[in-house]
């Protein structure tokens, strides 16, 4: 099973500039849309309520702090499953995830909720493609394969 976790990130590494941001810089919701269509996407409940906006022709799984992700990957019967934020969800399937699609954007935060939220580890990768935002002149999604799963 391919777990994508998939984020638009400032160039300081944060998610989100607050916990009640709703994510209206990021200029990559075209992409996101077309990569995630017609698969699983894992998205925390607040998340889901901040960016107010309807996810059709995908497998919406809301994920809460009491969600058994082991519990979970074993019922799910999906090729591929996008985890889509927040902090609290992308920490959750830490030890599950197999790809990373991030997006960079020319801003900085300074503070926010970082993409693993308080989490500290450390995990190799290997870049194994970036993709043209299109539409939007230098921005790229980078593409890295989580090494050692």
């Known amino acids: 099973m391919k777990i994508i976790l998939i984020a638009a990130i400032s160039l300081d590494g944060f998610i989100a500039a607050n916990k009640d941001d709703r994510l209206t810089w990021t200029k990559d919701k075209h992409l996101f849309q077309k990569q995630t269509l017609d698969h699983h996407v894992a998205i925390g409940k607040r998340t889901l309520s901040l960016i107010n906006s309807v996810l059709p022709n995908r497998i919406i799984v809301p994920i809460d702090r009491e969600t058994k992700i082991q519990d979970l990957l074993k019922t799910l019967c999906a090729k591929t499953i996008f985890v889509a934020g927040g902090a609290e969800t992308n920490k959750a399937f830490i030890e599950n995830i197999?790809?990373?699609?991030?997006?960079?954007?020319?801003?900085?935060?300074?503070?926010g909720i970082k993409l693993f939220g308080d989490k500290n580890f450390t995990q190799k990768t290997r870049l194994e493609k970036i993709v043209s935002i299109e539409g939007k002149e230098n921005l790229k999604q980078y593409q890295f394969k989580v090494i050692n799963h």
Request: glycine content about 8%.
């Open 98 to 111: 197999t790809h990373l699609y991030l997006t960079p954007h020319p801003l900085i935060f300074g503070t």
